[in-house]
């Protein structure tokens, strides 16, 4: 009997259907949704970063922007992601929870205080999203609004501190460098005051996120750009390594979404020295992690 007729007969003798049920069932594992399966431990010394984007709108669903001057709430969806961020943090003791002052990210916040009531809770201005000027209210990709949008962001690779343009004097446009520079003096303060806190999240916003990583991973508010924080959760390997060139857990490149999480270490620096903005070294530990939103957009 040849050695291919023999294992057939084995596996008629195990019993084929049993063994196919066996890898169907295998197949339909579900990764953890809990960052805790997924993160090193925490090194001695260090402090632990969740940078998170908050849940969706009736704007972001419409695909209108809302920057820093449009305060819109949660929708249904964005309240179940919320629900579903909570479970990313199962295992994990938070310490502190920020966000910004906008309803969308504060709503956010607020769901995951429910289930870490021992953690501190602060609201600040600095963690708001960027100004965007005349683009505010408008749709992202609009006739020619796209396009517009890409040259102001274009124009931070050589003048971080360019606006988004205004067209009345109601509206505001912000620079790259003037809410890195915001966002940097709120996250120091934020450790400054809870400096024996070592699992820290803040509930913040795409643009906000995007320069803040850029500014603290490698001092460049452009290349934080090269996050694309529209619809599902991702971001490119490339970046992690022009940011870093140690290995990065990174999720789904290349786009990111609401309730995502970015996790960064604080590898050294003292948030009580006026040097700490200069001077803080930050690792990032993971970049995009979607696994509770990704299983939530599964069984809704």
Not at 63 to 88: C, H, S, T, V
Not at 270 to 286: G, H, N, Q, R, V
Request: contains cysteine.
């Amino acid at each position: 009997m040849s050695a291919l007729v023999s294992f057939r007969s084995s596996l008629r003798g195990m019993g084929w259907q049993r063994i196919q049920r066996g890898l169907s069932t295998a197949v339909a594992v579900q990764p953890s949704v809990r960052l805790v399966d997924h993160l090193p431990p925490l090194g001695n010394g260090r402090i632990r970063l969740y940078l998170m984007r908050h849940g969706e709108t009736d704007w972001n669903a419409k695909g209108l922007m809302q920057g820093g001057g449009f305060d819109i709430p949660l929708n249904n969806k964005g309240e179940r992601q919320a629900q579903a961020l909570k479970e990313a943090f199962e295992g994990l003791e938070l310490e502190v929870i920020a966000s910004s002052h906008l309803r969308r990210a504060h709503g956010t916040a607020e769901v995951l205080l429910k289930h870490h009531q021992q953690a501190k809770s602060v609201v600040s201005l600095d963690f708001g999203e960027m100004r965007f000027g005349k683009f505010e209210g408008k749709e992202e990709h609009g006739p020619g609004q796209k396009e517009a949008i890409l040259e102001t962001i274009a124009r931070w690779e050589s003048n971080p501190d360019y606006r988004f343009p205004t067209e009345h004097a109601e509206q505001v446009g912000e620079s790259a460098s003037a809410v890195a520079f915001r966002a940097r003096r709120g996250l120091q303060a934020l450790l400054k005051e809870h400096q024996d806190a070592q699992h820290i999240a803040v509930v913040a916003h795409n643009r906000f996120n995007k320069t803040l990583m850029g500014s603290l991973l490698h001092r460049c508010v452009f290349k934080g750009q090269r996050i694309v924080q529209v619809g599902s959760c991702y971001a490119p390997r490339s970046l992690c390594q022009s940011l870093h060139p140690r290995e990065t857990i990174v999720h789904h490149p290349p786009h990111q979404g609401n309730t995502c999480v970015n996790v960064l270490d604080l590898v050294n620096g003292d948030p009580t020295s006026p040097e700490f903005l200069s001077c803080a070294k930050w690792d990032p530990i993971m970049l995009n992690f979607t696994e509770h939103s990704d299983l939530y957009e599964q069984s809704a």
